[in-house]
């Protein structure tokens, strides 16, 4: 890909695609901000209803399946400019959506107790050009890579990163855990996403 100063606006998405997947084809056409990314379904069961980010519109959307099947979509908010969204995980108890900001080297949780209306509960800083995170079962722990694709990258340093989930929400950098992957055994490397298990 080329680097971010050279893509032109007019050939990058706006629409998320809502798929049939036995039929394998598209059943539906979502328009909003452009550059979706990480759509994910709430993991309540029976929930109708889901959220994605979009990078070049630094926003935060809800898409939610009618009584049609036929899925609405609206922006429920906004992230704040220059945020650049890169990837979006939800605590297992659907309470809180994270945000991890690209271009604000921060990772925001934001509190869904009201689905449509989500509010900004936290943030933490310190981890430049946060991008993909995993939230383990027990929500008590976010981990952060730094890396989003070579072309775009601007981080002098590639990490792991370990964010510490309070019983209140709350975010905390952990000050001791750091992969720094600099000292990757084949020369420095660029961590873009992760697997637990």
């Keep these: 890909m ?15 695609l809502v798929w049939d997947l036995k039929a394998r084809t598209i059943v ?9 990314l990480a759509a994910r379904w709430m993991l ?9 980010i979009s990078n070049g519109g630094d926003s935060l959307w809800m898409f939610r399946m009618q009584k049609d099947g036929r899925f609405a979509y609206k922006k429920v908010a906004d992230t704040g400019k220059g945020c650049l969204p890169g990837d979006l995980r939800q605590s297992p108890d659907d309470r809180y959506l994270y945000v991890s900001c690209i271009g604000g080297s921060e990772v925001q949780a934001w509190d869904i107790g009201n689905p449509e209306h989500p509010r900004l509960h936290d943030t933490v800083g310190g981890i430049v050009q946060a991008n993909m995170m995993h939230v383990t079962y027990d929500g008590r722990r976010l981990y952060v890579t730094n890396s989003a694709i070579s072309s775009i990258d601007y981080s002098p ?8 989930i309070g019983p209140d929400g709350k975010l905390k950098l952990d000050p001791l855990f750091t992969v720094d992957f600099a000292q990757a055994p084949v020369g ?3 961590p873009h996403d992760m697997l637990l298990n």
Aim: charged share 30%; hydrophobic share 25%.
């Design 2 to 16: 080329s680097p971010l100063d050279k893509w032109d606006p007019k050939t990058v998405s706006d629409t998320m």
């Design 28 to 36: 539906q056409e979502l328009k909003g901000d452009p550059v979706p």
């Design 44 to 52: 309540k069961p029976g929930a109708t209803y889901g959220y994605n």
């Design 157 to 164: 340093r590639y990490a792991l990163r370990l964010i510490r």
């Design 188 to 190: 420095p490397a660029r």
